[in-house]
């Protein structure tokens, strides 16, 4: 007698356990031959080969996109776009200082020749002094910000398909070993 579930007892019969037992086992043989006929199948149809060479070929793809987002990237990087950009607006910046100098300078001659003028001239010298100086900060903060954001886009995108690249080829890798050894054992 076994015990199930509670404080109940059953009685088990045993040809019907030996008819169960037997039951199993034949589906058991049924359900190896069934398998080993699929994978014969798979091996004389060259499906596993095939899909191997379809996974290396995705994993070489993988790996060629990565190289080429890491050319790009470099490419970014030493064609000193970002750093040009920054001088040029520094440059103009420094021109735009010295037409506030000379605005100045005349401001002062003529100042000479009419007060009246001069005090208007100096408060629009002012005026577009502060100006330049604000549109140049404004300037060189967004190219250095841009720059910053660029260069870090592009090394983050290439450590990512780098990462899926190594990633697909140990996975071909595996499933390759997988595969050959289970064609061995045939």
């Known amino acids: ?12 019969n045993p040809e019907e356990v030996a008819k169960k037992v037997k039951d199993a086992a034949k589906i058991i043989r049924e359900t190896s ?45 030493d064609s000193h776009v970002a750093a040009n950009t920054a001088r040029a607006v520094e440059e103009t910046a420094t021109a735009a200082g010295q037409t506030v100098q000379a605005v100045q300078d005349t401001a002062k001659q003529i100042a000479k020749a009419a007060p009246k003028t001069f005090k208007s001239a100096k408060k629009g010298a002012v005026k577009t002094r502060k100006a330049v100086n604000t549109t140049a900060r404004q300037a060189r903060s967004k190219v250095k910000k841009g720059a910053v954001k660029t260069s870090k886009t592009a090394g983050a995108n290439a450590r990512l398909a780098k990462s899926k690249v190594k990633k697909a080829v140990a996975k071909t890798k595996t499933e390759a070993k997988k595969i050959t050894s289970k064609a061995k054992r045939r």
């Open 33 to 77: 031959s069934t398998a080993r006929d699929t994978v014969k199948k798979f091996h004389e149809s060259g499906a596993i080969p095939e899909l191997a060479g379809a996974v290396q070929e995705a994993a070489v793809a993988a790996q060629d996109t990565a190289t080429e987002i890491r050319d790009t990237a470099m490419e970014v990087r």
């Open 1 to 12: 007698m076994l015990s199930t579930s509670g404080d109940r007892e059953e009685n088990i």
